[in-house]
């Protein structure tokens, strides 16, 4: 019996870690919180407040002739509220019953199921994120939590936390370039890259090119969710695509905008089935769900136009960040802090960040730790930097016997250099 409910238990702390894996996550920019965060949060607000309207309130009222009784007006609301409704300008006469409608409205009905299914999309691409990130051994969230407040606990819990991320860096590194070392594994890396461009754990960029991919994947939703609300909410081919636009300018002008999509006032036409007779009737309908549905979609077509924006835009700051050049200028800004690294460094200091940067940390490094610093602070950022820089410098002397860099530099600045390196050596043991 006890066996069993350890089993149990067991199996339903494993269910509730997994589930923990897609709760709120910070190992991520603004731009992804903007689309799988604020925009499902929105969406599933939006949500409660259609089926609020339909499921509560009277989403369509019809006006029927005088002879219905109150029970015939209450099976024509419903009928028509099942069935498609259909648009047609009040200058206009409407054609018989037989003869095909121009404007259907039939989506008011699947609002709150459409909103549902779009936030589902805009979350998708961060759980491909969560599922995949942690495979090279860099678990990005969980040191964005551990150091997420540090500057207000005790100096001996920040240093222990400090060096146990430094050692989780160091040993997810080391497992990358030993893992890269096996002749199987060189081999590949030689076909690759004279095939293709190399992508990998083996390569160190397993994580940039994972998150290179999660960001096309939130631009192409984004692209995706209009053209879905295209489709969904009107036949016409360019219907909702500039919708936003011509609101805008509707206000400008002082004019009320187009219906056509959202028309508040639609006719329906259904039958009667009396003995042996059946009967057409057309009545007047009001909507008044669709005072909601066009605020919530203009609000949508102008959010999700400014998240496809910032998307692109921090698509390309990333690759922009990419370059080997850029990484070594933002580990040396930090390195320079700390005076590792000389305000005006030489050849051999330039050298050594270059080999920290494209040896050592190599591009998953240089991503987690900018993932790192947007998420906590410089001042977090800085010490991890510095102290991953001790390890890098420790090993080489461990290898060498000889402190690193200590030829070129003379007098009190060799004597206080290797000091510095004494000092930050016995502080990462």
Partial sequence: MAEGLSYSMSGFLEAVSKVSKFSLRWDDDFYDRLSHRYTVVTCALFTVIVSTKQYVGDPISCWCPATFTEAMIEYTNHVCWISNTYFIPMHEVPAKHNVPRDVIIGYYQWVPLMLLLQ?????????????????????????????????????????????????????????????????????????????????????????????????????????????????????????????????????????????????????????????????????????????????????????????????????FTLLWQLFSVNCQSYITKYLKVLYKVRQQGGVIEVKSVRNFVDSYLRPDGVFALRVISKNTNDIVTTEIIGALYDYYCKSNYQSTNKPPYIKQLNGEDRELRHDNYKRSAIRTV
């Fill in 119 to 315: 936030s589902l999309m805009f979350y998708l691409p961060s759980v491909v994120w969560a599922i995949n990130n942690t495979r090279p051994g860099l678990d990005i969230n969980r040191m964005v939590l551990l150091v997420s407040g540090m500057d207000s606990i005790n100096p001996d819990i920040r240093d222990k936390s400090i060096k146990f991320i430094c050692r989780h860096f160091d040993l997810a590194l080391a497992y990358q370039r030993e893992y890269r070392q096996s002749r199987f594994r060189q081999c590949l890396q030689c076909l690759s890259r004279n095939i293709c461009f190399p992508i990998g754990r083996i390569y160190g960029n397993y994580l940039t090119s994972l998150y290179i991919f999660v960001k096309l994947l939130f631009i192409a939703n984004a692209f995706g969710q209009i053209w879905i609300m295209n489709k969904f909410l009107t036949s016409d081919r360019d219907g909702y695509y500039f919708y936003g636009i011509e609101v805008v300018l509707a206000v400008f002008r002082n004019n009320q905008p187009d219906t056509k999509i959202f028309p508040r006032i639609t006719l329906c036409d259904f039958k009667i089935r009396q003995m042996q007779n059946v009967h057409d009737v057309t009545v007047q309908c009001a909507l008044p769900v669709n005072l909601f549905n066009e605020k919530i979609y203009t609000y949508l077509w102008f959010h999700i136009s400014l998240v496809l924006i910032l998307s692109v835009y921090g698509l």
